[in-house]
């Protein structure tokens, strides 16, 4: 069987390395979320024949619904719509929305037995408790896919749980990782942006290199880690 998966934050960079694994028709995409790029999300919905596709920002809907006549793909917007997006009959839901504004569309999308492929750390930075217990209660599988939590999640299924006595998440240090202390104290905005490796924007670039974002990260493996050790939830 074709395994259905729904995304969102397709046009995102996530979304879309996700979807260029689904063009070789291994999975059937039921529904696509953008926050206002309506063009780029209305050519993703065609080439794979969304069910759906949503935007968040209402002031794109028409550019959206107009792109999308004649097509069987239903066009949404808003708060709700990205809710109906999220809920749409899919066997994956892949949430790749940058920030606290996936948290709501993605609880949104939680159903017995669905997976919940989770991209977004701020669903368990801003409300971890929360977001687990739901899922839980809905009897939905969280499964981790930022790099570090799902390395992780690989590790503790090769073998006995028990076995496992700590986990040890490494931090690269971006772009001041062989810096002297005394050369760090003299580091400026535009040199932290500069990572060696990836382009992220710059929120995402400052916390990395500030290690900020390894505190939010131990934050979302708490909780995956916790509630993994309460429950079978994955």
């Known amino acids: ?22 063009r070789d028709g291994a999975f059937r995409v039921v529904a696509l979320t953008a926050n206002s790029d309506a063009k780029k999300l209305a050519s993703l919905a065609k080439e794979f024949d969304a069910e759906v596709a949503a935007v968040s920002d209402e002031s794109a809907f028409a550019e959206l619904k107009a792109a999308l006549a004649g097509t069987r793909t239903k066009a949404l917007a808003g ?11 899919s066997d994956i839901l892949l949430s790749a929305i940058v920030g606290a504004a996936g ?3 993605t609880i949104a999308g939680f159903a017995p037995g669905r997976k919940i492929a989770l991209a977004n750390k701020e669903c368990l930075v801003t409300a971890g408790s929360l977001f687990m217990s739901e899922a839980l209660k809905k ?3 969280v499964l981790p896919v930022d790099s570090e939590h799902n390395a992780v999640f690989q590790a503790l299924a ?4 028990d076995a496992v006595s700590k986990v040890t998440l490494t931090a ?6 062989t810096m002297s202390r005394e050369r760090l104290a003299q580091v400026t905005p535009e040199e932290a942006v500069r990572h060696p490796n990836w382009s992220m ?9 500030t290690l900020m974002n390894k505190g939010l990260e131990l934050i979302e493996a708490a909780y995956l880690l916790i509630s993994r050790r309460r429950s079978s939830m994955y």
């Open 1 to 22: 069987m074709v395994t259905s998966v729904s995304i969102l934050g397709a046009t995102g960079s996530i979304g879309t390395s996700a979807l260029d694994l689904m």
């Open 79 to 89: 708060a709700q719509g990205m809710a109906e997006a999220a809920a749409a009959n």
């Open 103 to 105: 948290l709501v569309p």
């Open 139 to 141: 009897n939905a599988t």
């Open 158 to 161: 090769c073998g006995k749980r």
């Open 172 to 177: 690269s240090g971006g772009p001041f990782r």
């Open 201 to 209: 924007g710059a929120k995402i670039s400052i916390d990395s290199a």
